[in-house]
């Protein structure tokens, strides 16, 4: 059973500042993806990661995936308050099986 | 585009009532999911559909029930409901190993 685990849960950081949220999964999943939810609202796809070594940047969100050692990054570069919001990572089981299966989460709040 | 669109949006049931929320996409996707999301606890898959007329059980699938009769629409049934599952409830879409899409959300309270 593929599980993924985000950390930290909760992230509050200055203005300014750089930081990175980690996300490890369980079991082999070349499929790796991170998405924004705001309070009240929907997810939005932010990244898709495919492949070992991918690397994908945004703005001053970069994500990245290491296959081998079952881990995605999302670094997050000179942090804005308009980045504050919860970020989930989310690795696809294959192998005929196919499911989505999320982390718990990151709520990200910068402040001034 | 619609993209993937829920109905109700809002909805209190009950203790023991049923309902069904209904998952609509028009982009042709192959693969739909439900989720629950409770505080804390991220997002767990109830159910998910990899193909008109399948079904598979996700991580909490206990107390639902699904249906793909047609490709674009994925019913999620709660048929006797219980407050352990007042949440917000979010379908989703996908092509293949693209990133899935998601619906606005049905906040169910079940009291």
């Known amino acids: 059973e593929l599980k993924v685990e985000q950390n930290p849960l909760f992230l509050s950081m200055q203005e300014g500042k750089n930081y990175t949220i980690y996300c490890n999964y369980s079991t082999t999943s070349d499929r790796l993806y991170w998405y924004r939810q705001d309070p009240g609202k929907s997810l939005e796809s932010l990244f898709v990661?495919?492949?070992?070594?991918a690397v994908k940047q945004e703005g001053r969100l970069m994500a990245s995936l290491d296959t081998k050692a079952r881990l995605s990054t999302l670094h997050i570069t000179a942090a804005v308050h308009d980045l504050s919001a919860t970020y989930f990572c989310a690795a696809l089981s294959g192998a005929g099986s196919y499911q989505l299966t999320f982390g718990k989460g990151t709520k990200l709040s910068v402040i001034p | 585009n619609a993209g993937v669109t829920q109905t109700p949006k809002f909805r209190v049931l009950k203790t023991g009532q049923s309902m069904t929320l209904l998952c609509a996409q028009d982009m042709n996707h192959e693969y739909m999911y439900w989720y629950r999301q409770d505080p804390g606890m991220g997002l767990r898959l109830i159910h998910y559909s990899v193909g008109e007329g399948t079904t598979a059980k996700g991580e909490v699938p206990d107390g639902y029930n699904v249906s793909r009769l047609k490709k674009q629409n994925f019913l999620l049934g709660l048929e006797s409901a219980a407050p352990s599952q007042t949440s917000v409830y979010f379908c989703?879409?996908?092509?293949?190993?693209?990133?899935?899409?998601f619906g606005q959300g049905t906040r169910l309270t079940v009291v």
């Open positions: 990661l495919l492949s070992n070594g």
């Open positions: 989703a879409s996908s092509y293949a190993v693209t990133e899935a899409f």
